[in-house]
């Protein structure tokens, strides 16, 4: 049974319609890939699914939440919606040492003390991170200081973990590493992923299942092979095949 249900989201920037209908599902404990070129409406996407916009049609369920739905105009609120989000950007606070960083949202749900500790040592165990936990972020690198963005977003067990090009900060050597990481952390975790990128290699490597988008429209759905193997139009075929 899908575990994220996306029905014909709908949004609109003025008369820019930027989704059109997009609709796509993941299954309990997937990842699911939106590929696709720059302004294809793939952080739109999520950013409806993490409450941070509001779509103008269609619906959003993960399990038996409804996250969104035009027709009965429901909207959960993002801080109910139990997502971990990670930006392109790492959005870690500089003036915070990483544990309080990565502690904040389980302040915000008023942990206390030492549960908050507890939680915050072992999500730093899980990103390899333990050894950094006093430090600052502007003393650690790139890529550490994605792995405490993506150790926040873990802090409060997510519902679903939802990833924006969280690796196009970093170079092509520490990108492959991180993904490869990524992803069997994710498999340890089993969390229900979305994840967004631009890039082909990364989408066939990383999902269990990719939609392929342009112009705020989704071109196919399929695993890593169907898309590659069978592309169902021109374009799917040049965004995802060799000539790239
Ligand atoms: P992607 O993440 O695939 O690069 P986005 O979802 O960010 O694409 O953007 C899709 C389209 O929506 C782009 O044309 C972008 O310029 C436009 N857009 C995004 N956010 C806004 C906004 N707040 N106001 C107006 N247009 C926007
Ligand atoms: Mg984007």
Not at 9 to 37: C, E, M, R, W, Y
Not at 155 to 169: G, K, M, T, V
Request: glycine share 8%; with cysteine.
């Amino acid at each position: 049974m899908s575990d994220l249900v996306i029905t014909n989201l709908t949004k609109k920037f003025g008369h820019l319609t930027v989704l059109d209908n997009v609709s796509v599902t993941a299954s309990d404990g997937q990842i699911l890939t939106l590929l696709g070129p720059s302004g294809c409406g793939k952080s739109t996407t999520l950013w409806s699914v993490a409450g941070l916009l509001k779509p103008d049609g269609g619906s959003i369920v993960a399990g038996d939440r409804t996250l969104f739905d035009h027709g009965t105009s429901a909207f959960l609120p993002p801080e109910r919606r139990d997502c971990g989000v990670v930006f392109q950007s790492y959005a870690v606070w500089p003036h915070m040492k990483v544990r309080d960083n990565v502690g904040y949202p389980l302040k915000l749900r008023r942990y206390k003390s030492d549960a908050l500790r507890r939680r915050v040592d072992e999500v730093l165990e899980l990103v390899d991170l333990a050894d950094q936990a006093d430090r600052y972020p502007h003393q650690l690198s790139g890529g550490q200081q994605q792995r405490v963005a993506l150790a926040r977003a873990l802090a409060f067990p997510p519902r679903l973990l939802l990833l924006d090009e969280p690796f196009s900060n970093l170079d092509a050597k520490l990108r492959e590493r991180t993904r490869d990481w990524l992803l069997q952390l994710q498999r340890r975790i089993g969390v229900t992923t979305v994840f967004v990128t631009h890039d082909q290699d990364e989408a066939l490597a990383m999902s269990d299942k990719i939609a392929v988008m342009s112009a705020g429209m989704v071109r196919q759905i399929g695993t890593p092979e169907q898309i590659y193997n069978d592309p169902a139009d021109i374009f799917v075929a040049d965004f995802v095949g060799t000539s790239n």
